[in-house]
């Protein structure tokens, strides 16, 4: 069964600084889908960045950057700038490429904490 | 906006009283999920509809059903919710398309049961 571990319950950062939080991932599959999702307190899951295990490149969004090392089955995401508006639990999710509607594996999250 | 909207916000049931939360959504997406969120938890899924075909997690406990009766709609049904059902409960979609099958979830409905 895959399994999904974050190992940093909580991180915390300054503004305009660059944090990064660790996922590492087990799985047998050669294909699958690597996902970061940011959950404000109270507020809804929105999608961070998500990565193809086929694509070589890092993904990137904006601030948001991932390096997604296949073979050690790593997929770490860097916040760049850090904005207090990024104060949120972010949890990293597999999903393997075998059929519809198969369930997200969430890590246990990360609370991101961004002081002033 | 296309979105995922989920209704009520907060529920307040009593112990043992049925209780039905909602979810809606202007995507078109065909597959729709409900997962469980226990607090500071990552989120667990209870079970999804694919277009109409219903499929269950083997440890989603019977007093959790599920109704899917449109593309648009889906219902989450607790039949005798107890005090261990008192959670978020989230709403997400996907279009089933190998390249494009992210999952968008919704604002959630937090269940608490007196």
């Known amino acids: 069964a895959q399994t999904v571990t974050q190992s940093q319950p909580e991180m915390s950062v300054q503004e305009a600084e660059t944090v990064t939080l660790s996922c590492t991932y087990d799985?047998?599959?050669?294909?699958?889908?690597l996902f970061w999702y940011k959950q404000p307190p109270s507020r809804q899951m929105i999608l961070v960045i998500r990565?193809?295990?086929?694509?070589?490149q890092n993904a990137t969004e904006n601030r948001f950057s991932v390096n997604f090392q296949k073979a050690a089955k790593s997929f770490s995401l860097k916040i760049s700038d850090s904005q207090l508006g990024d104060a949120a639990m972010y949890f990293c999710?597999?999903?393997?490429?075998?059929?519809?509607?198969?369930?997200?594996?969430f890590g246990k999250g990360t609370t991101l904490s961004v002081s002033s | 906006d296309a979105m995922v909207i989920q209704n009520p916000r907060y529920q307040v049931t009593q112990f043992g009283k049925p209780v039905t939360l909602s979810c809606s959504q202007t995507?078109?997406?065909?597959?729709m999920y409900w997962y469980q969120q226990k607090s500071s938890q990552a989120p667990k899924l209870l079970f999804h509809?694919?277009?109409?075909?219903?499929?269950n997690e083997a440890d989603t406990p019977d007093n959790f059903q599920s109704r899917r009766p449109n593309t648009s709609f889906c219902f989450l049904d607790i039949r005798s919710p107890g005090l261990g059902d008192a959670a978020m409960y989230l709403c997400?979609?996907?279009?089933?398309?190998?390249?494009?099958?992210?999952?968008?979830f919704g604002p959630g409905t937090r269940l608490l049961v007196l």
């Open positions: 999710a597999y999903r393997g490429d075998n059929q519809a509607g198969t369930a997200l594996i």
């Open positions: 509809y694919y277009d109409k075909d219903f499929n």
């Open positions: 995507l078109n997406h065909n597959v």
């Open positions: 990565q193809e295990a086929y694509k070589q």
């Open positions: 799985t047998s599959e050669s294909d699958y889908y």
């Open positions: 997400a979609t996907s279009l089933r398309d190998r390249q494009q099958e992210t999952q968008y």
